[in-house]
């Protein structure tokens, strides 16, 4: 028999599918405009653009939200790696991930209403959240708004690393979103996580 807690709040629920709503849309017309083929496009280069535009500002706003919405409800503190054992936790939940899990043992860290992630997710959402989605937004306002970027850097064209950085954090955030949605697979059932994320309830 499972038991079930309920442990995200309706904000955060809410933040976490706006967010990937607006990332898929990202990433599907971020990757036309890289790929940018006159004769064959995935979505029309002026169109790409325009909703390139209005979803990484939206994303930016979005992701204000999150900060302050993590500050004022203390949700920040989940994301912070906490010192005794890290390391060995991390080791432990990744030989969990790469082989107990295939022979059906335990999940060696069960979510609890105090900590809510195991130490992989901590190090790897706190890197995603507080280090490469501030470049991604940062060097992409830097691209609407050119005049905030920096004329010169290392003699070359101050929007060259810009545009180098922007493109490499969001090759990184794709494939994490790769790797978080499989992982998303690992709760008590195929589906028990995807529909925390929906509904508030943690089954286990
Ligand atoms: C279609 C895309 C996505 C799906 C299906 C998905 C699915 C999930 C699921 C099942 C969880 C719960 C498991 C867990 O706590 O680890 C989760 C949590 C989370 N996801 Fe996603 N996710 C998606 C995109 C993203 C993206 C693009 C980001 C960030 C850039 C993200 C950031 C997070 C964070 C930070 C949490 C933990 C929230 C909290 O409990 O405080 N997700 N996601």
Not at 59 to 83: D, E, M, R, T
Request: proline share 7%; net charge positive.
């Amino acid at each position: 028999m499972s038991e079930r807690i309920y442990m995200l709040p309706f904000w955060l629920r809410a933040w976490h599918w706006v967010n990937a709503a607006l990332i898929l849309v990202l990433i599907v017309t971020g990757g036309s405009l890289h790929f940018a083929q006159p004769d064959l496009p995935l979505v029309p280069f002026a169109l790409a653009a325009r909703l390139h535009d209005i979803a990484g500002v939206a994303l930016a706003a979005l992701y204000g939200f999150f900060v302050i919405a993590n500050i004022v409800s203390g949700n920040w503190w989940q994301y912070v790696p906490k010192p005794g054992g890290f390391i060995k936790r991390c080791l432990v939940q990744t030989r969990f991930y790469c082989w107990d899990i295939f022979w059906g043992r335990p999940h060696p860290y069960p979510p609890t209403l105090a900590a809510n992630f195991n130490s992989l997710q901590q190090i790897i959402y706190w890197f995603i959240m507080y280090f490469f989605m501030p470049i991604l937004l940062l060097t992409g306002l830097m691209f609407l708004v050119p005049e905030w970027a920096p004329q010169r850097v290392l003699g070359l064209d101050g929007l060259l690393p810009i545009a180098m950085a922007h493109t490499a954090v969001g090759l990184i955030i794709t494939l994490f979103m790769i790797g978080h949605i499989y992982l998303g697979t690992t709760g008590l059932k195929v589906t028990s996580l995807f529909r925390m994320m929906i509904t508030g309830w943690h089954e286990h």
